[in-house]
Nanobody
Framework: QVQLVESGGGLVQAGGSLRLSCAASGIIFSINTMGWYRQAPGNQRVLVATITRAGNTNYADSVKGRSTISADIAKRTVYLQLNSLKPEDTAAYYC??????????????WGQGTQVTVSS
């Protein structure tokens, strides 16, 4: 059973910063990608940022230039630094992991989410 545990969410004023962390545990064969998604009330879950095992990163346009994703793959941990936060960044942030079980088979896992609330 793979478990992802997020931390670092909270209430912050607009313009502030937060650093989210996510640690994975359990039987993981080979991490392909780790990342962060977010979901605001009434909206779909959307990508925030991802990072591959090779260190390649991808960001949503809405956070590009204001956020940095990093990971320690060996420690199965991923981080998201969020700067210049805006009220529209308010959402539940979910950690995501893609596991390459074997050739042709991937599994993905989700954390329970951590709430980020940005006040104006």
């Amino acid at each position: 059973q793979v478990q992802l545990v997020e931390s670092g969410g909270g209430l912050v004023q607009a313009g502030g910063s937060l650093r989210l962390s996510c640690a994975a545990s359990g039987i993981i064969f080979s991490i392909n990608t780790m990342g962060w998604y977010r979901q605001a009330p009434g909206n779909q879950r959307v990508l925030v940022a991802t990072i591959t095992r090779a260190g390649n990163t991808n960001y949503a346009d809405s956070v590009k230039g204001r956020s940095t994703i990093s990971a320690d793959i060996a420690k199965r941990t991923v981080y998201l630094q969020l700067n210049s936060l805006k009220p529209e960044d308010t959402a539940a942030y979910y950690c995501h992991l893609v596991d390459d079980v074997r050739v042709g088979k991937r599994l993905d896992y989700w954390g329970q989410g951590t709430q980020v609330t940005v006040s104006s």
